[in-house]
C-alpha cells in the first residue's frame, strides 16, 4: 500500500492511497484529514541546540529515575500540548493525549484545552438604527480546533475572542431597527456567529453558537410602546364590533323579510321572549295581550 499527499495553502490536505490486492489488483482511495498550517514552517536547529541536549540529558542520566518526573509529561484526552524547542515550533503536530518526552532545559511546552468554552457578554449599550438606545448581551460558545494557530498566532485566544464578540454584537445591532431586534433573535445570532467565525479562524477558534439573552429598553420607550399596543389593539377591537354589527343587521333584515311573508311568525317570535323572559327571572310578572287584538285597536282609534 503506498500513500501520496497533495496539500493546498488554507484548505484540507488530500491523502490518495493505493491499495493493491491479494489478486494484484489496484484500488485507489482517497481521504481528507485536518487543514493543514501551510504558513507555518517547522525551522531546523543549530549547533546551539545539539549542545544544550547534550548537556541535559546529563542530569537526567544521573538523576534517573527521578528525572523522569520532568521529562515525562502526561496531556489528557481533551486537551493538546503544542512543544516549543528553543523558542521554535518543534512540529507541526500537536502532542497528545498521552505521553511525550520532553527535555527540561529546551523545551516549553503549551497545554490547550479542546473542549468548547462558554462566556457571556456583558451587557452593550447600542444605538439601534432607528435611533433607540437598548442595553444586549449575548451568550457566546467556542472551541479550538487548531492549537498550533492558537499559541502562534494570538497572544490570548480566550481574550481574543472575548473582545472581538463584544465588538461584533454592537456593529451587527447598529444595523438592526429596535423592532428586527425583538423579533429576529435567531437571525441576529446566525450572522453574529458568521461574523465571529470568519473573524477567529486564522487563531485555529472555531465559534459554535451565538445567542442573544436579552434586550433592555429605557422605560420611556416601554410605555410608548405599550401605548402604541394598546391603540393598536383597541382599533381592531373597535374595527372588529362595527364588522359585527354590520353583519347582524343584514341577518336582521332578512329576518323582517321573511316575518314580513308570514305574520304567524311574529307571533311565535313574541312567544318566544315571554318563555326566555320567564326562564332568567322569575320574579318577572308578565302579562301577554294578544297582537291580533292590538291592531284592532290601532285600527279602531284610526277610524
Not at 62 to 74: A, C, E, N, Q, V
Not at 75 to 98: C, D, H, M, Q
Request: aromatic share 8%; charged share 25%.
Amino acid at each position: 500500500m503506498a500513500a501520496s499527499y497533495i496539500s493546498v495553502p488554507g484548505e484540507a490536505t488530500v491523502t490518495a492511497i493505493v491499495v493493491e490486492g491479494d489478486d494484484g489488483s489496484k484500488g485507489r482511495r482517497s481521504e481528507k484529514v485536518a487543514p493543514a498550517d501551510a504558513d507555518i514552517e517547522v525551522a531546523g536547529y543549530g549547533g546551539c541546540f545539539y549542545i544544550l541536549a547534550a548537556i541535559s540529558f546529563i542530569p537526567i542520566i544521573i538523576f534517573f529515575p527521578f528525572s523522569l518526573f520532568f521529562t515525562i509529561k502526561i496531556v489528557k484526552e481533551y486537551e493538546r500540548a503544542v512543544i516549543l524547542r528553543l523558542g521554535r515550533l518543534s512540529s507541526k503536530k500537536a502532542k497528545g493525549p498521552g505521553l511525550f518526552f520532553v527535555l527540561p532545559c529546551t523545551d516549553d511546552v503549551r497545554v490547550v484545552d479542546l473542549r468548547t468554552i462558554t462566556f457571556d457578554v456583558h451587557p452593550q449599550e447600542i444605538l439601534t438604527k432607528d435611533s433607540v438606545t437598548a442595553r444586549v448581551d449575548a451568550v457566546v460558545y467556542f472551541r479550538i480546533v487548531n492549537p498550533i494557530s492558537s499559541i502562534l498566532k494570538v497572544e490570548n485566544a480566550y481574550n481574543s475572542t472575548y473582545l472581538l464578540a463584544q465588538t461584533t454584537l454592537r456593529s451587527v445591532l447598529g444595523t438592526k431597527k429596535l423592532g428586527e431586534l425583538l423579533s429576529e433573535r435567531e437571525a441576529i445570532s446566525a450572522e453574529m456567529q458568521h461574523h465571529l467565525d470568519e473573524a477567529t479562524e486564522p487563531w485555529g477558534v472555531s465559534v459554535e453558537r451565538v445567542e442573544v439573552k436579552d434586550v433592555t429598553i429605557p422605560p420611556d420607550m416601554q410605555r410608548s410602546m405599550a401605548s402604541e399596543a394598546e391603540a393598536m389593539r383597541e382599533a381592531r377591537a373597535k374595527v372588529i364590533s362595527a364588522e359585527g354589527e354590520q353583519n347582524a343587521s343584514r341577518v336582521l333584515r332578512e329576518a323582517a323579510d321573511i316575518m314580513d311573508e308570514s305574520p304567524a311568525t311574529l307571533q311565535l317570535r313574541y312567544l318566544q321572549t315571554l318563555h326566555a323572559i320567564a326562564a332568567q327571572n322569575n320574579h318577572t310578572y308578565v302579562f301577554p295581550l294578544p297582537v291580533d287584538l292590538l291592531t284592532r285597536l290601532f285600527a279602531g282609534n284610526k277610524s
